[in-house]
């Protein structure tokens, strides 16, 4: 059961975190990886960790902002089975203190980098005969966050553009689904806290562990599994959801 096999996926973000998690993961069940990230030297790492565990990858540079470029990318790439938007940065504050600097910003890479992303899959999943496209949305689309309102804009956003898709794509065989995960332990999540709590790290690393009910943070081989279910052939009858990832925190956390 979920075997990739001969099948080609294209995964953004994947140098580092959930992204590379995927990529991995992917690779062990079977498919040819590409990776797709604005840290070339991270992504080569990757690609050089897939190859030496026997499976198949390569990296793209890219910025997922840059549409004209990522249709480039794809034109190269050829025809596609998955595509995994996980791409994405994160932005602290309310309303009153984001800057519309701040607010373009998170917009550009996570809204319109899934939309640039999307638009240049599409063509390529239409010559495949079909495909799936997986978008990484979060709990901050269901629910609201203290400080994360532009971030949270974004996740909405990309929960709304994962449902037009797998309406409009429906009969071009392409199904289109988002996961929302709560907290996951991630390389960002240490470096978020070791630069804004410095000399408390231990102490703020269990305070946001803590505040998923099921008292921890996520692992990125977690979301990774749910991933590799929705884009294998099991899941063909699934399109048009969201899947929350959070252990219990948008119902159970009240």
């Known amino acids: ?111 319109e980098g899934a939309y640039n992303t999307m638009y240049a899959a599409i063509p390529h999943l239409k010559i495949n005969g079909g495909g799936c496209i997986l978008n990484l949305a979060s709990i901050a689309a269901h629910i609201g966050l203290v400080d994360r309102f532009a971030y949270s804009m974004s996740k909405g956003a990309i929960f709304a553009m994962t449902l037009s898709v797998a309406r409009d794509y429906l009969h071009q065989n392409i199904r289109c689904n988002s996961i929302s995960p709560a907290r996951v332990h991630t390389p960002f999540v240490d470096g978020f806290i070791a630069k804004n709590y410095p000399g408390k790290e231990a102490e703020m690393f269990e305070k946001l562990s803590q505040s998923q009910p099921i008292g921890r943070m996520g692992s990125v081989a977690e979301i990774a599994a749910l991933a590799l279910y929705l884009c294998s052939d099991e899941a063909g009858f699934i399109t048009g959801n969201d899947y929350p990832i959070d252990g219990g925190f948008i119902t159970l956390n009240n």
């Open 1 to 111: 059961m979920f075997s990739l096999e001969n099948k080609k996926a294209v995964i953004t973000g994947a140098a580092s975190g959930i992204g590379k998690a995927i990529a991995l993961l992917f690779a062990k069940q079977g498919a040819e990886v590409h990776i797709l990230d604005f840290n070339e030297a991270a992504a080569l790492e990757v690609v050089n960790e897939v190859v030496s565990q026997g499976g198949k990858a390569s990296s793209h540079g890219c910025d997922v902002s840059n549409q004209a470029a990522l249709v480039t990318i794809f034109n190269s790439i050829g025809a596609i089975d998955i595509l995994i938007n996980n791409a994405g940065i994160a932005h602290v504050g309310s309303l009153e203190n984001t800057a519309s600097e701040d607010f373009n910003r998170v917009f550009k890479v996570n809204v």
